[in-house]
């Protein structure tokens, strides 16, 4: 078992959601727990191509959620 960080944003079209530990995994939904779910999905599936492929699955201790003000 492994937690990954996950983004979900609001956009015009609905939610869209990625994992910034697993470059280029990424989903969407008509709402937020729908786009939660769907990304669990996208990460599983993700995970079980890099076994596949004999690929590492990257650990990252931390990641960090900040804003700037320009």
């Keep these: 078992m492994r937690v990954f960080t996950v983004v979900i ?3 015009e079209d609905g939610y869209y ?5 697993l470059q280029g995994c990424y ?3 008509d709402n937020y727990e729908e786009a939660l ?5 996208a990460i599983k599936l ?5 076994i596949e ?3 590492q699955i990257p650990f ?5 959620l900040t ?3 320009i």
């Design 53 to 55: 492929n004999n690929e």
């Design 27 to 29: 989903s969407q939904g």
């Design 60 to 64: 990252v201790d931390s990641v960090t």
């Design 17 to 21: 959601a990625y994992c910034p530990q």
């Design 46 to 50: 993700h995970i079980e191509d890099r």
């Design 37 to 41: 779910e769907n990304i669990k999905d």
């Design 9 to 11: 944003e609001k956009d």
């Design 67 to 69: 804003t700037v003000e």
